[in-house]
T-cell receptor, first 116, second 118 residues
Framework: EPEVTQTPSHQVTQMGQEVILRCVPI?????FYWYRQILGQKVEFLVS????????KSEIFDDQFSVERPDGSNFTLKIRSTKLEDSAMYFC??????????????FGSGTQLSVL | AQSVTQLDSQVPVFEEAPVELRCNYS??????LFWYVQYPNQGLQLLLK??????LVKGINGFEAEFNKSQTSFHLRKPSVHISDTAEYFC????????????????FGQGTILTVHP
């Protein structure tokens, strides 16, 4: 089965630094998402992206966050100035265009971000 | 807005025993319902989903779930578990738009860790 690939699997950064998390969605998918899970808490929706623009974003997704599909294959999440509370597992997901099928999200295995 | 509650954070069970993982939700609008599974060091994988129709939904790996609208529940069951079912299981919901679609924004429960012992 095709997979969503996330790199790196672990990333450590210093507070205040910029970080970019990378994802390669499944090739024929058109909808892209970022979720995160802080240790011990629920998986939370961050943002959805379609047709090169944000479709929906949560309250968590403030001005420190941005997403981009720079080259037609990668989908990135940038955190401009990381805070300690940004430490979490970040999951990328994608889904295929089309009624019904849109509800099946394919998730990557996540990037564990640690902000020191 | 929706919320999802998974009533058990951990469920230990012996191999070949039946298991039920409980999920309750609240929402002011109609929702789609999902169960995802996460095996160690892997991403979330869809087990099954309820969109409409029969309230008993069958998924992969012998799992099934029943949608109960009056009790706002979507409990996951398997009649006989295997060691390989050890994983974390997440219940999730998504809004249904007036057009009948959803947009991939899932609200998750906190997860239930199922541990199957030999």
């Amino acid at each position: 089965e095709p997979e969503v690939t996330q790199t790196p699997s672990h990333q450590v950064t210093q507070m205040g630094q910029e970080v970019i998390l990378r994802c390669v969605p499944i090739s024929n998918h058109l909808y892209f998402y970022w979720y995160r899970q802080i240790l011990g808490q629920k998986v939370e929706f961050l943002v959805s992206f379609y047709n090169n623009e944000i479709s929906e974003k949560s309250e968590i997704f403030d001005d420190q966050f941005s997403v981009e599909r720079p080259d037609g294959s990668n989908f990135t999440l940038k955190i401009r100035s990381t805070k300690l509370e940004d430490s979490a597992m970040y999951f990328c997901a994608s889904s295929i265009h089309g009624e019904g099928a849109r509800e099946k999200l394919f998730f990557g295995s996540g990037t564990q971000l640690s902000v020191l | 807005a929706q919320s999802v509650t998974q009533l058990d954070s951990q469920v230990p069970v012996f191999e070949e025993a039946p298991v039920e993982l409980r999920c309750n939700y609240s929402s002011s609008v109609s929702v789609y319902l999902f169960w995802y599974v996460q095996y160690p060091n892997q991403g979330l994988q869809l087990l099954l989903k309820y969109l409409s129709g029969s309230t008993l939904v069958k998924g992969i790996n012998g799992f099934e779930a029943e949608f109960n609208k009056s009790q706002t529940s979507f409990h996951l069951r398997k009649p006989s578990v295997h060691i390989s079912d050890t994983a974390e299981y997440f219940c999730a919901v998504s809004d249904i738009s007036p057009g009948g679609t959803s947009y991939g924004k899932l609200t998750f429960g906190q997860g239930t860790i199922l541990t199957v012992h030999p």
